[in-house]
């Protein structure tokens, strides 16, 4: 068959959000541009009715279900809710960005390998809410995002790629978040890239990039770094 005409299938992205939709835009326009390849966002699920990341994916046509925790009287049934809505759009990956519900064991596990989130910390340090808050609390220097692995263990999957940034001595919440949220747009394309190109593998809970070694390529920003 002539060459021009073999198309090969696009991967299916799906997006989960809870808010505002600031990740989900840098993915959206990453897929757009081609920095992530060949990728179609297929789903924004949300499972908070208002949250604007839902208006973000009607506004670029993408479909934009809700699937409303409170209306599940526990954790498993919201989640096997989550899983049949997910699965109806039959995506190669999930992102979760800003989604924040915490997740069933048996959920993490249907998607094992598949699923990856982005938190507002270096991790191991500040797992869970208020990060810019703890971070400011125990005075660190240097802050940042995470993007890893989704695993039964709560922001504790295998690490993928971090942004770090420094603390100011003038900082509060509001703007150490800021300077964090500006290296989560740049962190979690690049992150997303390497997945749906196949190059991420994980061995005894370490992720390492196909070609990291032979092409320089770092799985670290901080201030000055070129882009990865
Ligand atoms: C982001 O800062 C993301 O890292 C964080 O929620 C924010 C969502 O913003 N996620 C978590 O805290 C997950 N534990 P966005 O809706 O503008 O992307």
Redesign the pocket.
Known sequence: MDPEYVFLPKSRLAVL?????????AIMSACASGQIPATDVVAVISNRPQAP?LALAAAAGIPSPCVDHRRFADRSSFDAALRAQIDDFAPDHIA?????RQLTPAFAQHYAGRMV????SLLPAFP??H?HAQALGEGVKLHG?TVHFVTADL?AGPIIVQGAVPVLAQDDVASL?AR??AV?HRIYPQALAWLVSGRLRIEQGKVTIDGEKASGISPCVWPGTEDL
Do not use: K
């Open positions: 959000v809870s808010g505002r939709g600031s990740n989900l835009q990341a979760l960005a800003g989604f924040m989130n982005i938190h507002p869970g809410l990060t995002a922001d978040a964090v949220l989560e």
